[in-house]
């Protein structure tokens, strides 16, 4: 597939500040303090008890200054759940009205080159990349493209999106990302109890995220096996759609 762009529908929060990185890595479930300037990572941003604020992308601009983005509608919610723990820290959370331009398509990384404010997306690989910066500054190498195309490919990429395929409220466990959004070995941070207890006991969440066929589904479609309702189909791609399913059912697969 030739490379496409597309502004993607994501709020970006400025993080800055002398102690913006330890304070991060304090509340973020993810090593925050491996992060270096130009690189990115995943995190959950979790409430006390365990349950998700949101998924979210951590961007590392400069030694003071970090952009966390997430799905639109989540941005506010950062600021809120961040500002409660601030206390004395030098950190400063504000709204920011840069973009985050997504490139998709075979070998977009090496496309799009390297320079300021790039993102790994998803699971990460060759033929996906995002940038995130002020609109000015943004590349448009590639074919534009509309941003329903990018989502469709978000789900051929097997990357959920929070408030469609994950809910504020769920535990880390439903959403299947917890490989990449989630450091086992960084020390504490908000609802780590409650990630490690699951993971030390390998338990599932009562929902899961799963993937399914393409083939005949659409947004909304119950999903029944032998007779009872099992879960609901949330996001459909090309070829496969996501699915919120209860963890007795035998429907689909991971999402990795």
């Known amino acids: ?28 479930a993810q090593d925050i303090a491996a992060v270096s300037i130009g690189a990115s990572t995943h995190s959950f941003l979790l409430e006390p008890t365990g349950h998700i604020t949101t998924l979210l992308r951590v961007v590392r601009h400069g030694e003071h200054v970090f952009t966390l983005d997430t799905d639109a509608g989540h941005g506010a919610a950062i600021i809120e759940r961040l500002q409660r723990f601030v206390l004395r820290s030098d950190v400063k959370l504000s709204v920011s009205d840069w973009r985050v ?46 941003p329903e195309h990018i989502d469709m490919l978000r789900v051929e990429s097997r990357w959920p999106r929070v408030g469609v395929d994950i809910l504020v409220g769920d535990i880390p466990a439903t959403a299947g990302v917890s490989r990449v959004a989630v450091s086992f070995t960084k020390g504490c941070y908000p609802g780590q109890e409650l990630v490690e207890r699951m993971d030390s006991r390998g338990a599932s969440a009562p929902v899961v995220l799963r993937v399914i066929p393409r083939d005949g589904v659409g947004v909304g479609m119950r999903i029944e096996e032998d007779g009872r309702f099992v879960g609901t189909v949330t996001s459909v791609g090309r070829t496969v759609a996501f699915a919120r399913l209860d963890r007795t059912s035998t429907t689909g697969e991971p999402l990795v």
């Open 1 to 28: 597939m030739s490379v496409v762009w597309a502004d993607a529908d994501r709020n970006v929060v400025r993080v800055e500040g002398a102690d913006a990185q330890s304070f991060l890595h304090s509340q973020l």
């Open 101 to 146: 331009r997504a490139f998709r398509g075979d070998n977009a990384v090496a496309l799009v080159g390297e320079g300021a404010g790039r993102a790994v997306h998803g699971w990460g690989g060759n033929d996906a990349i995002d940038v995130i910066g002020e609109f000015s500054t943004l590349p448009t190498c590639g074919d534009q493209t509309e």
